[in-house]
T-cell receptor, first 110, second 113 residues
Framework: TQLLEQSPQFLSIQEGENLTVYCNSSSVFSSLQWYRQEPGEGPVLLVTVVTGGEVKKLKRLTFQFGDARKDSSLHITAAQPGDTGLYLCAGAGGAQKLVFGQGTRLTINP | DTAVSQTPKYLVTQMGNDKSIKCEQNLGHDTMYWYKQDSKKFLKIMFSYNNKELIINETVPNRFSPKSPDKAHLNLHINSLELGDSAVYFC????????????FGSGTRLTVV
């Protein structure tokens, strides 16, 4: 069974600080995706990384795929209240399904 | 124009009832999914259909029966609802499998009382 462990599960920081969320597994994934979910809505895809060591940037968000394609990180620079939400990592393994981590609830305080 | 739409948004029903949730996507994707999100926000796959064919059927009670009349629609019927079925159910779609990511609907919050 493929499992993804996200840490931390909860993170509350002040506006302007930097943060990193981690997503780890013992399994290899063909791609790793990050989603953001707002209350009452479905997860929205932020980024997909497919190559070991790949780094992608989305404004103040930086996503990295581990060299062995077993882990990923999400780094946010100068966090803003609008970044508040539930961040989910998901790995694409076999059988066309995504395996999700348990999520990181991020709160950015003004 | 909503890409993946689910109805209803909220569903409150009594134990033992039978209910259905409908999902439609207008993205032209070939694969559709049902996921269940529990109270701790953990998302777990239930079913997947590719071009109307069932390709993933996780360990889900057989009270849950998906139906895909065409590749743009995937419905979920639940018989004899139990308290433990209370959760948010998400429909999603993708093109060419999971590798490029899913588009999710906004969810159906099912409460069994």
């Amino acid at each position: 069974t493929q499992l993804l462990e996200q840490s931390p599960q909860f993170l509350s920081i002040q506006e302007g600080e930097n943060l990193t969320v981690y997503c780890n597994s013992s399994s290899v994934f063909s791609s790793l995706q990050w989603y953001r979910q707002e209350p009452g809505e479905g997860p929205v895809l932020l980024v997909t990384v497919v190559t070991g060591g790949e780094v992608k940037k989305l404004k103040r968000l930086t996503f990295q795929f581990g060299d062995a394609r077993k882990d990923s990180s999400l780094h946010i620079t100068a966090a803003q209240p609008g970044d508040t939400g539930l961040y989910l990592c998901a790995g694409a393994g076999g059988a066309q399904k995504l395996v999700f981590g348990q999520g990181t609830r991020l709160t950015i305080n003004p | 124009d909503t890409a993946v739409s689910q109805t209803p948004k909220y569903l409150v029903t009594q134990m033992g009832n039978d209910k259905s949730i409908k999902c439609e996507q207008n993205l032209g994707h070939d694969t559709m999914y049902w996921y269940k999100q529990d109270s701790k926000k953990f998302l777990k796959i239930m079913f997947s259909y590719n071009n109307k064919e069932l390709i993933i059927n996780e360990t889900v009670p057989n009270r849950f029966s998906p139906k895909s009349p065409d590749k743009a629609h995937l419905n979920l019927h639940i018989n004899s609802l139990e308290l433990g079925d209370s959760a948010v159910y998400f429909c999603a779609s993708s093109q060419m499998g999971a590798r490029e990511g899913y588009t999710f609907g906004s969810g159906t919050r099912l409460t069994v009382v």
